[in-house]
């Protein structure tokens, strides 16, 4: 969970209350369900004025481990190194993918192999750096940061194919806890045929 509330969750500045936010209704009431949330799930509308729904609960001495790992409220742009033990870091990174992450594929127009790439977005360039050694670090795999617009207010953290699929293949294993949706496109791409016997950016390869 600590992965998810990284990326689609909010510490509120009572001290006290973590808030979750999601487009997909159905995934709160999995994560209700899963750990036997009480708490109601409601609307929440963005500056656009777009539905999204999220569950609010409150628990004093969660709320004081998620700030001894390193998360803090108003942590968009704030985040830094977060202290993730190594055997948690690919659920850590699943929560955190499903948040703000993208698994893409697509046909490439020359040589018509099919192409995928996993994405991990953030508005702290430090956040991503940090993610960026610790994945290559922890998962032997390398990918790259690019800005995401112009004014430098988000970053982006890019794996190529084999590496994207490297990474899937650690975060969404058999009985894991997701989002569907990811779960679905995990599993595709970790069971596609990708045309490549080796990657430079997988080091145990």
Request: net charge positive; with cysteine.
């Amino acid at each position: 969970m600590v992965g998810l509330i990284t990326s689609d969750g909010c510490l509120s500045s009572d001290g006290r209350h973590i808030d979750i936010t999601s487009k997909d209704l159905g995934f709160l009431q999995k994560l209700k369900d899963t750990f036997g949330f009480s708490n109601k799930i409601g609307p929440k509308y963005n500056t656009l004025k777009q539905e999204n729904f999220h569950i609010q609960f409150a628990n004093r001495n969660f709320y004081d481990f998620l700030l001894s790992v390193g998360l803090m409220p108003s942590k968009s742009l704030a985040i830094k190194k977060l202290t993730i033990p190594d055997k948690y870091f690919a659920d850590f990174l699943r929560g955190l993918i499903d948040g703000d992450g993208c698994i893409r594929s697509w046909v490439h127009p020359t040589n018509k192999r099919e192409q995928w790439s996993l994405r991990i977005y953030s508005g702290s360039i430090k956040f991503l750096v940090w993610l960026e050694q610790t994945i290559e670090t922890i998962l032997k795999v390398r990918g790259k940061i690019y800005r995401y617009n112009k004014q430098g207010s988000c970053y982006v953290l890019k794996f190529g194919k084999m590496a994207a699929r490297h990474i899937l293949q650690q975060c969404y294993y058999p009985g894991s806890f997701g989002l569907e949706r990811k779960n679905l496109l995990a599993e595709e791409c970790i069971n596609s045929n990708i045309g490549w016997d080796r990657s430079k950016t997988i080091d145990s390869w």
